[in-house]
């Protein structure tokens, strides 16, 4: 019964690759978002899906594309991973009406080579 | 722009001492202001908010918060804490708009002593 379920949970890759990063929510939700956590454990957004259509989308390099196939699932892709995007990755869902009222994953531990 | 500083990136509390985390905001706007919990190798829980109804805010595991308009701030406390309290905590903001952007402050560490 898992609310917001991420997968993999800890994906190491060499520098170049490309690789996705699956989320899904099985909350009835909206709306969902991408984060970033660096080493510091600071938290930015990045990305926020609105019934499949993109709302926020910070300033982050177009090699991060998120994808949203239906309400319930937000991936991001990245291309040509860098060493800086060595990261953990938060997805989380917000009720219809509470955006900021965020539910959030468990998160995938990203290690760029 | 909105912005949220939390003073302390680690504090220290003995078990059945007060936790008391601080947090200060800067908006524009009459904010919304929000709590949330990270406990090891998992994602955010949300402890509390604020949306412009009552100063105090009770939230889950017997935290609260006051906001104070005056001081710009929306401390944590607690009364007496709990081993299993040790976390890492953030501070937010959202301009109350309707695209759930949340601004976090840079999180405050507790530490729980027996």
């Known amino acids: 019964d898992t609310a917001v379920s991420q997968t993999p949970k800890y994906l190491v890759t060499q520098m170049g690759n490309d690789k996705s990063i699956k989320c899904e929510q099985n909350?009835?939700?909206?709306?969902m978002y991408w984060y970033k956590q660096d080493s510091k454990k600071f938290l930015k957004i990045m990305f926020s899906?609105?019934?499949?259509?993109?709302?926020i989308n910070e300033t982050v390099p177009n090699r991060f594309s998120p994808k949203s196939p239906d309400k319930a699932h937000l991936n991001l892709h990245i291309n040509s991973l860098e060493l800086g995007d060595s990261a953990v990755y938060f997805c989380?869902?917000?009720?219809?009406?509470?955006?900021?009222?965020?539910?959030f994953g468990p998160g995938t531990r990203l290690t760029v080579l | 722009a909105q912005s949220v500083t939390q003073l302390g990136s680690h504090v220290s509390v003995s078990e059945g001492a007060l936790v008391l985390l601080r947090c200060n905001y800067s908006?524009?706007?009459?904010?919304?202001l929000f709590w949330y919990v990270q406990y090891p190798n998992q994602g955010l829980q949300l402890l509390l908010k604020?949306?412009?109804?009552?100063?105090l805010v009770k939230g889950i595991n017997g935290f609260e918060a006051e906001f104070k308009k005056s001081e710009t701030s929306f401390h944590l406390t607690k009364p007496s804490a709990h081993m299993s309290d040790a976390a890492e905590y953030f501070c937010?903001?959202?301009?109350?708009?309707?695209?759930?952007?949340?601004?976090f402050g840079q999180g405050t560490t507790l530490q729980v002593k027996p």
């Open positions: 989380a869902s917000s009720p219809p009406g509470t955006p900021d009222t965020q539910y």
């Open positions: 909350l009835g939700h909206d709306t």
């Open positions: 899906y609105n019934n499949k259509e993109l709302i």
């Open positions: 908006s524009s706007v009459p904010p919304y």
């Open positions: 604020y949306t412009s109804a009552a100063t």
């Open positions: 937010a903001v959202s301009d109350r708009g309707n695209t759930g952007k949340l601004i």
